[in-house]
């Protein structure tokens, strides 16, 4: 049997995740800090088996998580609605998060052979070249959206394959990010103290950076980010709110009745205020009154008319899939998993609702 070689860089992935420094780990699993610093700093290479349960316990990863050969993927380039105000700490830690889970979607689909009910187009991979807006209806027609506003949006995101995985960032600066990754279909991460408003907004917004920007072919026209940015934006606006079906909503536009339409379209009032700009609907100097009331108000700090928040079933299904058809134990799953207790197991994923995906 080979030897088994400890993975430093899982090692900081691990305590990233928990939010803790090297101090903090030390407190609390009973390893020195100067140990703990030579370990991640690859000064010493082979812990004592005592160490590393020690560590296990104190992070709550099974010790064959830091002997696996994985490396740290960073998030992508694009793809993420990030705030500047993020402290480092925050950064490293939402990171983690989102890699450890990537790790863990990656091992479950493996054996995973259950087709979605529709297809998330690739257009970016593709080279194909059109408006968010045009890729916006073009969607909405591949999965059968009936017109008006969309009900239920991240049940139609799971039925198409996409997994949408929530996770605590411990901050309301950061919404979601999303991306691709071998051997899995796309992944969305959404932050789940963020509103439900806000959330569909930030879901569909992915949705626009995966269909437009994952994998693009070089087509001879460089983007920036803030550019990428922008048209998940639009693309996003379309997609939940059809500019031929909105316009009508949004005729002399005032707050109250502003606040009534976002009840129906499942939209915030800032973005449709927005969306009375890009549409011409509202001049200059309209567009800035709108703001400076829509402050006035407070609604900058929490709108009227709260959205429930749409929940997702994360990964659920594929746990679903390993306990009853391929008969995994929970022992089992949680040593795939990595998942250092069995209710945390039920934590992260059964209390999900399930989505049966089928073969189309």
């Known amino acids: 049997m080979p030897e088994r070689v400890f993975n430093e860089q899982l090692l900081v992935l691990a305590r990233d995740s928990r939010g803790m420094t090297q101090a903090d780990l030390a407190s609390n699993s009973g390893v020195t800090q100067a140990y703990i610093s030579k370990l991640e700093n690859r000064l010493i290479d082979k812990p004592s088996d005592e160490t590393v349960q020690l560590l296990a316990k104190a992070l709550g990863y099974q010790e064959a998580f830091f002997y696996n050969d994985e490396r740290r993927q960073a998030l992508p380039p694009f793809h993420h609605r990030k705030r500047s105000r993020l402290s480092k700490r925050t950064l490293s830690r939402i990171e983690a998060l989102v890699d450890i889970d990537r790790m863990r979607a990656e ?158 379209w499942g939209v915030s009032i800032k973005a449709l205020i927005y969306r009375c700009k890009t549409l011409n609907l509202v001049t200059d100097w309209q567009y800035k009154r709108l703001l400076i009331n829509y402050n006035k108000a407070g609604y900058n700090r929490a709108e009227p008319f709260p959205l429930v928040q749409e929940k997702s079933a994360g990964l659920s299904s594929v746990i679903r899939y390993h306990l009853q058809k391929l008969k995994y134990s929970k022992e089992d799953l949680a040593s795939l998993l990595w998942i250092y207790n069995l209710e945390d197991l039920k934590e992260l994923y059964e209390h999900g609702p399930s989505l049966q995906l089928v073969k189309g």
Not at 193 to 216: K, N, V
Not at 248 to 260: N, T
């Open 107 to 264: 091992r479950l689909f493996r054996s995973y052979e259950e087709e979605p009910v529709w297809n998330l187009p690739t257009y970016g991979r593709q080279g194909i070249t059109c408006s968010p807006e045009e890729a916006a209806r073009h969607l909405r027609e591949a999965w059968r959206v009936a017109k008006g506003p969309i009900g239920n949006l991240t049940r139609l995101v799971q039925e198409a394959g996409v997994v949408v995985i929530e996770l605590d960032f411990q901050t309301t600066d950061w919404d979601g990010v999303s991306s691709r990754y071998k051997g899995t279909p796309p992944i969305v991460f959404l932050n789940s103290r963020t509103p439900g408003d806000r959330r569909r907004f930030t879901l569909a917004h992915e949705i626009g950076h995966l269909m437009l920007h994952d994998g693009q072919k070089d087509v001879g026209v460089y983007k920036s980010d803030a550019e990428k940015e922008s048209e998940a934006n639009d693309f996003a606006a379309e997609f939940l709110a059809p500019a031929r079906e909105i316009k009508r909503y949004l005729m002399y536009p005032k707050l109250d009745k502003l606040a009534r339409t976002k009840v129906y």
